[in-house]
């Protein structure tokens, strides 16, 4: 159980352009997801935490109008890169908290492998 | 100073050696502590949690020392599949904490 998939896990796309990536619960209903990044030889660092229903908190330093994300289900969030450029290539990986769950309990995504040119 | 320290590694030992990794973390407040494993271009996937009692499970035995704000991380008899990088991942106060990832330290095993 708890397993979280993302789609795509890799995509390429032009400067300038939009990317979404999807993240979803297949088995357990997930209040909270969690939205990372992770750049070659560094630690993931937490994006954004999304409530099913209400907008997402922020990390500092983190562009809430360049990284749009929707969590519209308690299935399913959604993080969309606006306008990428070669510095948003990353990993970016999304986790889940199970509903009712221990607080800390996140299962990870398999990740999205982003790559601008 | 970093949230979350450890040592990058590589640590590269042979299969049947034992080897540990350290980590320390700044939050004094931090209640929640635990180890996760990283395959290269994968997601982390948990190893185990850390206890302030320690706790050990199979080849793998964790260390919490609150007053030092250090967690370790001891691999016995190591396999040639341990290879990976090792986060050392600490919570904040209470609930959905965020999770703050160390670098992590990169295990290789030689046959």
């Known amino acids: 159980g708890a397993v979280v998939s993302q789609h795509p896990s890799r995509v390429i796309c032009k400067s300038g352009t939009s990317v979404k990536i999807e993240c979803r619960s297949l088995?357990?209903?997930?209040?909270?997801m969690f939205w990372y990044r992770q750049f070659p030889k560094q630690s993931l660092m937490l994006m954004a935490t999304?409530?099913?229903?209400?907008?997402?908190?922020?990390e500092q330093g983190v562009e809430k109008d360049k990284f749009l994300i929707n969590h519209a289900s308690l299935t399913l969030s959604t993080l969309t890169v606006t306008s990428a450029h070669p510095e948003d290539s990353s990993f970016y990986i999304c986790s889940a908290g199970i509903r009712g769950g221990a607080g800390h309990e996140q299962y990870f995504g398999p990740g999205t492998r982003l790559t601008v040119t | 100073r970093k949230e979350v320290e450890q040592d990058p590694g590589p640590f590269n030992v042979p299969e049947g050696a034992t080897v540990a990794f350290n980590c320390t973390y700044s939050n004094s407040a931090s209640q929640s502590f635990f180890w996760y494993r990283q395959d290269c271009r994968k997601e982390p996937k948990l190893l185990m949690s850390v206890y302030s009692s320690g706790n050990e499970d199979g080849r793998f035995t964790a260390q919490l020392n609150r007053a030092s704000q250090y967690i370790s991380l001891l691999i016995r008899d190591s396999k040639l599949s341990d290879s990976a990088t090792y986060l050392c991942?600490?919570?904040?106060?209470?609930?959905?904490?965020?999770?703050?990832f160390g670098k992590g330290t990169m295990l290789l095993v030689s046959p």
């Open positions: 991942v600490v919570t904040g106060e209470t609930g959905y904490s965020t999770l703050t």
């Open positions: 999304s409530n099913e229903g209400s907008k997402a908190t922020y």
């Open positions: 088995d357990f209903q997930a209040t909270t």
